[in-house]
């Protein structure tokens, strides 16, 4: 297993992967490249369609903005229409979970705002209906 690591780190740019493990049965890669978190031009789809696993890449959590502060971004990139009730944030993971009444405000037309939460705060949104 710790093979097929070595090979998905070997296919990607050099530098950009700071961390790389399995959680179950999927690869889960860490960087410390915002350029590359938030547009890894279809590198992460060819290691999928090679590998035949699931690949997710995260900020590694250097990257990542404070909690604190990362609140008050998405509190204020997120509308109030949208019923946000309490935004966790799971660390280890480099995840916020934003739980909304109206999720589909949460998330914007075709994810535009998850793009722009992505963007400000370097945190992997995940938005749940509460």
């Known amino acids: 297993m710790v093979d ?12 950009v992967i700071s961390e790389a493990g399995f959680e179950a049965a999927n690869i ?9 978190f938030l547009d890894n031009k279809g590198e992460i789809r060819k290691l999928v369609e ?3 696993k699931r690949v997710e ?7 990542t903005m404070k909690p604190e502060d990362a609140e008050i971004k998405i509190r204020e990139i997120i509308p109030q229409e949208a019923g946000v009730q309490e935004i966790v ?3 280890k993971r480099s995840r916020v979970i934003i739980h909304a009444e109206k999720p589909g405000l ?3 037309k075709q994810g535009s705002l998850l ?12 938005i749940r209906r509460m």
Do not use: H, M, N
Request: proline letters at 8%; glycine letters at 4%.
């Open 4 to 15: 097929i690591l070595k090979e998905v780190v070997k296919l990607l740019p050099e530098g």
């Open 28 to 36: 889960v890669l860490y960087t410390k490249d915002k350029d590359f």
């Open 50 to 52: 090679e590998f035949k």
């Open 57 to 63: 890449l995260r900020p590694d959590p250097s990257i």
């Open 89 to 91: 944030f799971d660390e």
């Open 106 to 108: 949460a998330i914007g």
């Open 115 to 126: 793009k722009d939460v992505r963007k400000e705060v370097f945190w992997v949104p995940i």
